[in-house]
């Protein structure tokens, strides 16, 4: 195996173009209105957020809409510090599972407002279970980073 | 249970960076072996599964096309089964089920990845969608980091705690490795390497985390006429379990892991096993990381919630001790993600068959393999045993 063999460099970039239907559509517009959305299923009572089309458990169509808290509970979190190729948000950056107020999952998002560029003072402020509230884009485009990240309070 | 099926043979690339092999030669590599461990060829074969993680792992899609001729599939039927991280274990279960079923005497399974021809990470984030979750979960090593963190947060395990367990299991594995001819990472690691390695994920660092491996694994599941006939020493499936979590991360509790625990639970019943910790004689969980590695210690009955870093630390798990687990040095020193199930299974085979060298458990009889994947959505869990 010492020998050297000939390798192919090759790449694929593909387009695509995907459906949001007409849940998601009005979850991110309401992202560029500053509103996080969340909904009920009307057989389970869970609060699901994102809003979504369907309760993924009881299999039936999602009720009532609300707009859910800003505000919520670090449940977990990552520091991450690598990079791979496209990575749609760039290292260092916390992501983290948050529980928004009065709603039953954890939404996934980032954790910032701070520096991040030293791990021990991270260690530092970062700790579950932390209140942390949504921090918004200026030039927002009903996108999920229209929220820059959630902060500590 | 259908009818009783059995492994009679496993046949294993020497995995590592492969740059010396096309894709097809590194899959023919483990065939020829699978064919030369059991003396059986291509023709005597019904059918040919085959798998691996996202297929553009290596820039081609629908890869058992192009390893055909690597399989020898041409004229038989040919599935693909393909179930991110735990494809492995799904491969066997679907060889299982195809032999089980009594349509067929005798099928290949076989897994393979190539992960040095891409970029891994880049690729398993493709299974997030891109418009939530794929912004934030930061390939594998993400979302376990999470998970583990939220385990040691909700059963109060210290910090310092779970960080020593999960060296000394990155130590051990990395020992263990040395005895396993097919290992990836071959190398010595200090409780304090791994303690000051680079943070990958925190708590994550470089040798809590498998490596990027080249590799491909076959097995040959038989009936049980073919047993007989062929008069091979059989690894019986004893029970088989497969669970799935709903598909957003956030959306089930990572930290009780109930399609971990259910996968476990369900091959126990098939299995007759009600304590699995002394019953067991090897265990190859897939570990990845090296602290999720304890979480599933937990979820398959192994020790209670919370208990395991304490296990871990009294040697519990390690080659000598009460329940050896990944005696090979796992997934932890080896992962061509699509093979790396197929591994678990083929390892837990050589184990309860006594043919597994320098790594063999003495006198194991009863084994456990499994394999986990997605954004932490699917377990896999096969039992082989000695005896049917």
């Known amino acids: ?153 | 249970m259908g009818r009783p099926v059995a492994i009679i043979g496993v046949g294993q690339t020497y995995h590592g960076k492969r740059m010396d092999v096309s894709y097809p030669e590194l899959v023919r590599e483990a065939v020829m072996a699978v064919f030369k461990d059991t003396g059986l060829s291509p023709e005597d074969i019904d059918g040919v599964v085959s798998g691996t993680m996202p297929s553009m792992m290596e820039g081609i899609a629908l890869t058992h096309f192009y390893l055909a001729d690597a399989m020898q599939s041409a004229g038989k039927p040919i599935m693909k089964t393909e179930t991110c991280g735990s494809t492995g274990v799904s491969i066997a279960h679907t060889a299982y089920y195809w032999v089980a079923s009594g349509l067929a005497d005798l099928i290949l399974a076989v897994g393979h990845e190539k992960m040095n021809e891409g970029d891994s990470q880049a690729t398993m984030t493709t299974v997030a969608e891109p418009f939530y979750q794929r912004y934030f979960i930061s390939g594998a090593p993400g979302v376990f980091s999470m998970q583990s963190q939220m385990w040691t947060v909700r059963y109060g395990i210290s910090e310092e705690k779970v960080r020593d367990a999960a060296a000394f299991i990155s130590v051990t594995h990395h020992e263990d490795a040395f005895d396993n001819p097919y290992a990836h990472i071959k190398m010595k690691v200090s409780m304090d390497d791994v303690k000051n390695a680079r943070i990958i994920t925190y708590p994550v660092r470089l040798l809590d985390v498998c490596p990027n491996s080249d590799g491909a694994c076959a097995v040959i599941f038989a009936s049980e006429e073919m047993v007989k006939k062929l008069n091979r020493k059989p690894a019986w499936v004893k029970g088989v379990g497969y669970r799935g979590d709903e598909y957003f991360f956030g959306d089930s509790d990572k930290a009780v892991w109930e399609s971990a625990a259910q996968a476990a639970k369900e091959a126990y019943k098939q299995a007759g096993i009600k304590n699995p910790r002394k019953e067991l004689d090897v265990a190859e969980v897939y570990n990845p990381f090296t602290f999720q590695e304890m979480l599933f210690y937990e979820c398959f009955g192994f020790c209670g919630p919370g208990e395991s870093p304490d296990l871990v630390l009294k040697g519990t798990f390690t080659r000598n001790g009460e329940l050896a687990c990944d005696p090979s040095g796992g997934t932890l020193c080896t992962n061509p993600i699509g093979a790396t199930g197929l591994i678990r299974v083929a390892e837990a085979a050589l184990q309860v068959t006594g043919r597994a060298g320098a790594h063999q458990i003495p006198g194991a009889k009863l084994a456990l393999a499994h394999a986990m994947g997605g954004v932490d959505q699917f377990n896999g869990i096969m039992i082989l045993g000695s005896k049917l």
């Open chain 1, 1 to 153: 195996m010492a020998k050297e063999y000939k390798t192919i460099k090759t790449e694929l970039r593909l387009p695509y173009e995907l459906a949001y239907g007409a849940t998601w559509t009005r979850f991110f517009e309401g992202m560029k209105e500053k509103k996080i959305y969340g909904n009920k299923c009307p057989k389970c009572g869970r609060v699901l957020v994102p809003a979504r089309s369907f309760c993924p458990r009881c299999f039936v169509d999602m009720g009532e809409w609300i707009e859910v808290s800003q505000e919520g509970k670090l449940v977990a979190w990552c520091y991450t510090n690598y990079r791979y190729f496209g990575m749609p948000t760039e290292p260092p950056f916390i992501g983290a599972l948050i529980n928004l107020d009065g709603t039953d999952v954890n939404f996934l998002h980032l954790i910032g407002g701070f520096d991040l560029s030293n791990f021990d003072e991270v260690r530092k402020i970062v700790k579950n279970g932390m209140k942390v509230r949504a921090e918004w884009q200026d030039d927002r485009n009903a996108h999920i980073m229209d929220i820059r990240y959630f902060k500590p309070l």
